[in-house]
């Protein structure tokens, strides 16, 4: 029963042994080379960089299959994931207490700005405005009575003052008594009293009115609120009140929205949002095949806290209201663009130290690696940068050789 588990320990060691000790022995044998001419192989010396090449003898090259690839602009868009919603939506609620009168009206119905939605019973209010016009009118009919009777107490003050200055100066010559002198004072005085209320009554006349004013303007607005309107050009969402419901403040009555332009909203990761700006076109793909176009016109300046993203808008017209609110929308806004290099998925590969490449050949038909930075995938292939404008990529055999190993290329172009 142990003599399986011994067998599998022998094999991985010896399939370890090979790999590490033995590794370019096991590269002659998937070359096709026998043991006499893998032991003619032979290393050269480090590089500047450190870097070890392996050079095969000349008549012994690696066939590989090459494509000669030459960078084209790609404009570099920035891809989201997102939603479509309403340009507005508004629930319109009742600011006072009362019951419905209105039939109601069915969702999805086409309003107008300032169509009725809700009617409410007026109750009492019609009365309570009335009576505060009433006592607006009462408050400016005692204004001119105010009036004049300040204008009175002012010519008395005047008359007082007149019959003091005589007395003064009679009284000082000996031909007036001290008590026609403090008469005269005294009839001073109360003319300075008389103008001092019939001030306060004009102050009071027009406190009056000031007050029936707000009374006014205060029943008038209930009234008002007894008209639940549409705030704007949309649809309904929901049905109106129903006629008999009581409504308070805060009550429901109908749900607009506004669909004939809507907005596509994504979130951007901060790593591409300065790629992102205002007034860029963009264009979205919904989930039904639809596709449509618009431009960004918002990119917030605040990230989600939990997401670290930053909410974009995209405006798009509809006025055939094809599209909802809601429907999940592939977005792709278009952004600086860049040269990159359309190769086969096939050909990318790792280094020893696990970063992504494409293996080349140089001028001196030996292979090489080169870094590169993936930019899109696509059904065609993919596309990636830091090749230089020109080169020709292994897309055949690239796990095959290392760096600096002779290959034999054979073109794409040329077996097509």
């Not at 002012?154 to 002198?181: C, F, P, V």
């Not at 704007?232 to 009581?246: K, M, P, Q, V």
């Not at 590169?372 to 080169?391: I, Q």
């Amino acid at each position: 029963m142990r003599l399986i588990p011994l067998l599998t320990a022998i094999a991985v060691t010896a399939g370890l042994y090979f790999l590490v000790l033995q590794r370019e022995a096991l590269f002659a044998f998937a070359r096709g080379e026998t043991a006499a001419e893998a032991t003619e192989t032979v290393e050269s010396e480090p590089s500047a960089e450190g870097a070890a090449s392996v050079t095969v003898t000349a008549e012994k090259r690696v066939g590989v299959v090459v494509k000669r690839s030459e960078a084209r602009p790609l404009d570099s868009a920035v891809i989201l994931r997102g939603q479509t919603q309403a340009a507005r939506q508004v629930e319109v609620k009742a600011e006072t207490t009362s019951t419905v009168l209105s039939e109601p009206l069915r969702k999805g119905t086409q309003v107008k700005a300032g169509d009725l939605l809700c009617e409410l019973d007026p109750g009492t209010r019609l009365a309570a405005h009335q009576e505060a016009q009433a006592r607006l009118l009462e408050a400016r009919a005692r204004t001119p009575e105010a009036e004049a009777k300040l204008e009175e107490a002012n010519a008395r003050l005047k008359e007082a003052t007149i019959n003091l200055t005589a007395a003064e100066k009679l009284s000082q010559e000996g031909y007036a008594s001290e008590t026609r002198l403090a008469a005269a004072r005294a009839a001073e005085r109360t003319a300075v009293a008389g103008i001092a209320a019939a001030q306060g009554g004009l102050e009071t006349s027009r406190a009056g009115i000031e007050s029936a004013l707000a009374l006014v303007a205060s029943t008038s607005k209930e009234i008002d609120r007894l008209r639940i309107t549409a705030p704007f050009d949309g649809l309904l969402e929901s049905d109106t009140a129903e006629i008999g419901s009581l409504m308070q403040p805060g009550s429901l009555c109908a749900t607009v929205i506004q669909l004939d332009t809507i907005k596509v909203v994504g979130f951007v990761p901060e790593t591409e949002v300065n790629r992102v700006h205002l007034g860029a076109l963009a264009g979205a793909e919904l989930a039904n095949g639809a596709q449509v176009q618009g431009e960004v016109t918002f990119v917030s300046r605040s990230a989600d806290p939990t997401t670290r993203t930053f909410e974009v808008e995209i405006t798009v017209d509809n006025p055939d209201l094809k599209i909802r609110d809601g429907q999940t929308a592939d977005i792709v806004i278009s952004a600086e663009g860049t040269k990159a290099h359309l190769l086969p998925q096939s050909a990318l590969t790792l280094n020893n130290d696990g970063r992504l490449g494409v293996r080349i050949v140089r001028e001196d038909q030996t292979a090489g690696f080169v870094l590169v930075s993936l930019l899109r995938d696509t059904a065609d292939g993919v596309w990636v940068s830091g090749l230089p404008e020109k080169a020709d990529v292994i897309v055949v055999g690239q796990d095959f050789v290392t760096e600096g190993v002779p290959v034999a290329p054979t073109y794409q172009e040329a077996m097509q």
